[in-house]
T-cell receptor, first 108, second 111 residues
Framework: RKEVEQDPGPFNVPEGATVAFNCTYSNSASQSFFWYRQDCRKEPKLLMSVYSSGNEDGRFTAQLNRASQYISLLIRDSKLSDSATYLCVVQGGNDMRFGAGTRLTVKP | DAGVIQSPRHEVTEMGQEVTLRCKPISGHNSLFWYRQTMMRGLELLIYFNNNVPIDDSGMPEDRFSAKMPNASFSTLKIQPSEPRDSAVYFC?????????FGPGTRLTVL
């Protein structure tokens, strides 16, 4: 079983749609959680951290459920520029583990 | 700061040749990571260093792969001999303030 699992997609949605990505992790001792975004042929970049209380950054909302070992990312009012691959990341100490990513395409 | 620097950006080589990938982390970052990314397997952690010391190399595929970090500002990933299945994008990343910063990657093609 992979340490971090994501639905690979692809998710194809129209502009303005709301889309949600899910991620599960296997190591219950994991301490920190993130969502990274990777554009085509580019390196991954931090999108947002995920806190136990849930956190929001504009159109993006991240949630963590430690009991179920589950992380989610919600994108509201999706834009064409949101098209990318979204990577779930789980950290324990200095060790960071990435999910395989979920590919999103937002269409006009 | 210039960010994480990797070289070369592209490498095309023939099977059996030695390949050396280079990385300069962001100054002041204590942890450095090497990843490999392919369409089939996604982003895989190969090895990471903390304060120049290798901490976990369990992701290194086989003995053909080796990594060194002789000082805080430089690391290498070497493949010898290279094989076509090593073709991938290799990323180096360094960590500071709980955020991991990636270099632009080296796109390796082994013919």
């Amino acid at each position: 079983r992979k340490e971090v699992e994501q639905d690979p997609g692809p998710f194809n949605v129209p502009e303005g749609a709301t889309v949600a990505f899910n991620c599960t992790y296997s190591n219950s001792a994991s301490q920190s959680f993130f969502w990274y975004r990777q554009d085509c042929r580019k390196e991954p970049k931090l999108l947002m951290s995920v806190y136990s209380s849930g956190n929001e950054d504009g159109r993006f909302t991240a949630q963590l459920n430690r009991a179920s070992q589950y992380i989610s990312l919600l994108i509201r009012d999706s834009k064409l520029s949101d098209s990318a691959t979204y990577l779930c990341v789980v950290q324990g100490g200095n060790d960071m583990r990435f999910g395989a990513g979920t590919r999103l395409t937002v269409k006009p | 700061d210039a960010g994480v620097i990797q070289s070369p950006r592209h490498e095309v080589t023939e099977m059996g040749q030695e390949v050396t990938l280079r990385c300069k982390p962001i100054s002041g970052h204590n942890s450095l990571f090497w990843y490999r990314q392919t369409m089939m397997r996604g982003l895989e952690l190969l090895i990471y260093f903390n304060n120049n010391v290798p901490i976990d190399d369990s992701g290194m595929p086989e003995d053909r792969f080796s990594a060194k970090m002789p000082n805080a500002s430089f690391s290498t990933l070497k493949i010898q001999p290279s094989e076509p299945r090593d073709s991938a994008v290799y990323f180096c990343a360094s960590t500071g303030a709980n955020e991991q910063f990636f270099g632009p990657g080296t796109r390796l093609t082994v013919l």
